[in-house]
């Protein structure tokens, strides 16, 4: 027999990165639902005017998810404050773009800090409560750059094939041990934040709203869904492109100008973003050059517009 959808109202969710952006829209969701929502974001005064604007069921936390007595914090403020956690969203993540032979050292770190080792410890120390109630659900947001690669975004991508692949594997251990946890990663094409501005687009696909990406974290977390495409459509190609030889998958990216979405991006409408985004790691600020000459300059050439081959997703 099949599961009834899941009741959300009364649980608790944790979202980190949720000041803006598909975080925001998230907490939004949840909150309809009836749900309690703890906002945690490195930039503390967003969060709290974002929980202040979705009403008293939001409550604001700062957080950097690189620091695990910070995550832990993040996560205790919201147990003490809503009672249990039900639901982690790891949704913190940045997205620095340029070819892959041009990115320094310190831009590499960030984004594997952040997007991959923010979630490994979002993970780790949710499980640990979660486990001995044996119920809980954790959504890590990855992106269909973590399925197909994207050039002008390697390190990027590199993160959110492993994110995917750690949901997996992690899926995979709670099943051994009999605990009953829902794993999700979640893989949405270009959304219309400011993480995605500026970005090329690819025919036969649209942008995606925060709320799209929101409606489906919902429905992951109602019916236990694993992989979750947004759009639902992107799993279809995705299938044709596993069976078809490469050469015919590549000439297909190319012809649908899928591999020049973060390749041939426009910095300068970029720069505020990029900007952010070199300062959104307290723990490397006071170190090296954290923003790079090409962008502190607002340069509106991309490096990697350059380049022959590139991306299918975002």
Do not use: C
């Not at 409550?59 to 205790?76: C, E, G, H, K, N």
């Not at 659900?137 to 990855?142: G, K, S």
């Not at 959110?160 to 992690?170: I, R, Y």
């Not at 799209?212 to 044709?240: M, Y």
């Amino acid at each position: 027999m099949a599961r009834q959808p899941r009741i959300l109202a009364g649980e608790t969710a944790a979202i980190t990165g949720a000041a803006r952006g598909i975080g925001r829209a998230t907490a939004a969701a949840l909150l309809g639902r009836g749900m309690k929502v703890a906002i945690g974001d490195v930039d503390f005064e967003a969060a709290r005017r974002t929980a202040e604007e979705l009403g008293p069921a939001a409550f604001a936390l700062p957080l950097d998810v690189t620091d695990r007595a910070a995550f832990a914090a993040f996560l205790d403020g919201a147990e003490e404050r809503f009672g249990p956690l039900d639901v982690l969203i790891n949704n913190a993540g940045i997205m620095q773009l340029g070819r892959f032979i041009d990115e320094d050292d310190e831009t590499a770190r960030r984004m594997v800090d952040i997007n991959l080792h923010g979630v490994i410890l979002g993970m780790k120390l949710a499980l640990a409560r979660m486990i001995p109630r044996d119920r809980g659900h954790i959504v890590n947001i990855a992106s269909q750059a973590g399925k197909f690669g994207a050039p002008g975004g390697a390190t990027y991508s590199a993160t959110k094939h492993a994110v995917v692949g750690l949901t997996e594997a992690v899926r995979g251990e709670l099943r051994l041990m009999g605990a009953d946890i829902d794993l999700s990663y979640v893989m949405p094409f270009v959304v219309n934040t400011e993480l995605g501005s500026g970005l090329g687009e690819a025919r036969g696909m649209s942008n995606l709203e925060p709320a799209d990406v929101a409606d489906a974290i919902v429905e992951a977390l109602q019916n236990r869904i694993v992989d979750v495409w947004v759009p639902k459509s992107a799993k279809r190609t995705n299938a044709l492109g596993v069976v078809l030889p490469r050469s015919l998958s590549e000439g297909l990216a190319r012809a649908m100008k899928a591999d020049r979405v973060l390749a041939g991006a426009d910095l300068s409408r970029r720069r505020d973003y990029e900007l952010r985004a070199a300062r959104s790691q307290p723990s490397l600020e006071p170190g090296g050059p954290a923003v790079p000459d090409r962008i502190a300059a607002g340069e509106g050439a991309h490096p990697a517009a350059e380049a022959d081959e590139q991306p299918t997703g975002g």
